[in-house]
């Protein structure tokens, strides 16, 4: 990552892209997530300081910005890892074993959900049903959907991580 | 029920090709044919055919959805908005995560259709932001759509534009209810606001809008190629046409089963999913994604349309079905389904929010071996005085599974709780 997430500034190219998507709505408040999308991909999280630069691309109050940055659960306010690694603990992955799948990730990572690894590899979290239920138990891997977990299949889904 | 009425395949007709989400395989399959022959049509006779279609909403409220399109101010000349709801995030569902992946064009298609049946000209999909995948397919389907003149300025030559933008949620489930959904569309955190005026009035932006879920604007190529009455005939008096069943839990084969809506619950579990996996008996089952009320198995002798559960105090709701078998504990799926509302709820109502969160810390400490005897009735009382008295319908989601677990299940609860109390 080399955007600074403490003195943001798009490139040319990512205001241009912030332009169209505001041209898609009526209203260009309406491309507030799309672009806080944007933000995160190029900062990896979003900081008061983004908040605030945000807030001005958009011309309305860093609070208000603040207040739908804190509302979503795919918005991070803090660096995370490499990796995001989300385990549902919803009701048909808790039939299947959710809890120990979680176990195995606490031990194998050393951390809790919330937390990121020592060396800033993964950032492992407990998220709500990811909808995904008939391959419960269910994570996300950043982008990607991984379902019918066991310990072996998680272990060999994080080894292979770059 | 025929046998050929229980095997029609709408939704997953083409769900086994691997080219399934192709312009080139949709349309050889006859996907566009419906598009012509409505944009010929007048506006108030597609609404018609889909009000005849006995057509509801399969989002999870069932609200028959030609006479929500007939809610669209008449003559008025404001900007309209065609909103489809994608996202998806009932706990227990996920039959329009396969459908934006495997169908994306009859998404498209239905969308065309639906906004000139309303008059809009500018449609919005909302996807969940955990969806990368289907929204990385629907995308590149609007793109081909795009390029072969099924999207944009004066389609197919008949002077109707449309366009479709997709917009990409950040992780709420409360944005899966309408008003919700609209005020993250609008750029605000997800706030549900209160009714009325209803989206069809004063909706995105202010303007009127129609919301509608993934299945119910599929549905509308189908009702348009094939006509109401064989879509009305293949459902019941209540509902027409076949839906998706989400199928989780502990049955051989779970996944997403289509039938007809006059399909039972036991039949969706024993012939669709192969029974309960292991040879093991059916405890409780969930039918309409986790607000539903759970049922017993002498229950399951319903048709899944949206009377049957209903008419045992549950809800189809959106058709996700939950399978539990007798080893679970049912004190500890309430625990895990409090968690999730105490979690999701967005704070805006006094009784949601402190309801939410006080039931949670009493059935935690239940599973903790630290219940109280007055726990039980505490949940139930706390739960029904706030249930009807909320902005929007997540609470009262949340009240059928906090009542029904300690209805059906009491003396569950109290073992664990008088256990504790010897401890
Ligand atoms: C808490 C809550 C969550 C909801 N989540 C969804 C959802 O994920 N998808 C959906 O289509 N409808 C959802 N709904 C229902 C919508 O509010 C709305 O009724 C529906 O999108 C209308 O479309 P339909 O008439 O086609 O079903 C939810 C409702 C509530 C109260
Ligand atoms: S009922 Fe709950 S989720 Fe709905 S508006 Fe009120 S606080 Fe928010
Ligand atoms: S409960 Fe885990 S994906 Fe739905």
Not at chain 2, 179 to 186: I, M, P
Not at chain 2, 201 to 226: D, L, Q, S, Y
Not at chain 2, 275 to 297: E, F, M, N, Y
Request: glycine share 10%; charged share 25%; net charge neutral.
């Amino acid at each position: 990552m080399t955007a600074d997430a403490r003195r943001p500034q798009f490139t040319p190219e990512q205001l241009a892209e912030v332009r169209r998507l505001q041209g898609l709505y009526p209203d260009k408040q309406g491309a507030l997530l799309p672009v806080l999308h944007l933000a995160q991909e190029a900062y990896g999280y979003v900081s008061l300081e983004v908040e605030e630069y945000v807030a001005g691309l958009f011309e309305m109050s860093p609070a208000h910005v603040h207040e739908v940055v804190t509302f979503y659960t795919l918005f991070f306010q803090k660096p995370k890892g490499r990796h995001v690694v989300s385990v549902c603990h919803n009701l048909s992955c808790h039939l299947m074993n959710a809890k120990g799948i979680i176990g195995h990730l606490e031990e194998r990572l050393g951390v809790s959900p919330g937390e990121t690894t020592p060396d800033g590899r993964i950032t492992f979290l407990t998220v709500e049903c990811l909808c995904a239920c008939e391959q419960a138990p269910m994570m996300q891997v950043d982008d990607r959907y991984e379902g019918n977990l066991t310990p072996e299949k998680v272990d060999r889904i994080l080894d292979g991580l770059p | 029920m025929s046998e050929n009425k229980t095997s029609e395949k709408i939704f997953t007709r083409n769900f086994h090709l691997a080219d399934s989400h192709t312009l080139r395989l949709y349309r050889e399959t006859g996907g566009y044919t419906a598009l012509p022959k409505a944009l010929r049509m007048e506006p108030a006779a597609i609404t018609e055919e889909v009000k005849k279609a006995n057509l509801r909403g399969l989002g999870g409220a069932a609200f028959p959805t030609g006479v929500k399109w007939g809610f669209i101010p008449k003559g008025s000349t404001e900007p309209k908005y065609l909103v489809v709801n994608a996202d998806e995030g009932e706990p227990g569902t996920f039959k329009d995560r396969y459908l934006m992946e495997r169908d994306p064009h009859a998404l498209i298609e239905g969308m065309v259709i639906a906004a000139r049946a309303i008059g809009s000209h500018t449609g919005f999909v909302y996807i969940r932001g955990e969806y990368v995948k289907p929204w990385r397919v629907l995308d590149g389907a609007v793109k081909e759509a795009y390029a072969a003149g099924l999207l944009g300025q004066n389609i197919q030559g008949s002077g109707f534009d449309f366009d479709i933008v997709l917009h990409r949620g950040a992780g709420a489930y409360i944005c899966g209810e309408e008003t919700g959904l609209l005020s993250s569309l609008e750029g605000k955190k997800g706030w549900p606001k209160i009714k009325p005026p209803f989206p069809a009035i004063k909706g995105a932006f202010g303007h009127p809008t129609i919301v509608n879920n993934v299945e119910t604007i599929m549905a509308v190529p189908h009702i348009i190629n094939r006509g109401a009455a064989w879509f009305a005939g293949l459902g019941t008096k209540s509902q027409g046409g076949t839906r998706l069943y989400s199928v989780s839990g502990h049955v051989v084969v779970p996944g997403v089963v289509e039938a007809p809506v006059s399909v039972t619950l036991r039949q969706l579990i024993y012939d669709r999913c192969g029974g309960i996996r292991g040879g093991k008996k059916l405890k409780a089952v969930v039918p309409g994604g986790s607000s539903a009320a759970i049922l017993t198995p002498d229950e399951i002798d319903i048709q899944m349309d949206v009377e049957g559960p209903k008419s045992k105090g549950s809800m189809i709701g959106s058709a996700g079905i939950i399978v539990m078998d007798e080893t679970v504990s049912i004190p500890e799926a309430l625990m895990v389904v409090a968690r999730f509302y105490a979690h999701e709820s967005c704070g805006q109502c006094t009784p949601c929010r402190e309801s939410t969160g006080w039931i949670y810390k009493m059935s935690r400490r239940i599973i903790e071996g630290k219940g109280r005897k007055e726990d039980l009735d505490t949940i139930l009382d706390v739960a029904k005085r706030g249930a009807g008295t909320t902005i929007c319908a997540f609470y009262d989601g949340a009240v059928g599974p906090y009542i029904s677990y300690i209805e059906k299940f009491r003396s569950e609860f109290e073992d664990l709780i008088m256990r504790s109390a010897h401890a």
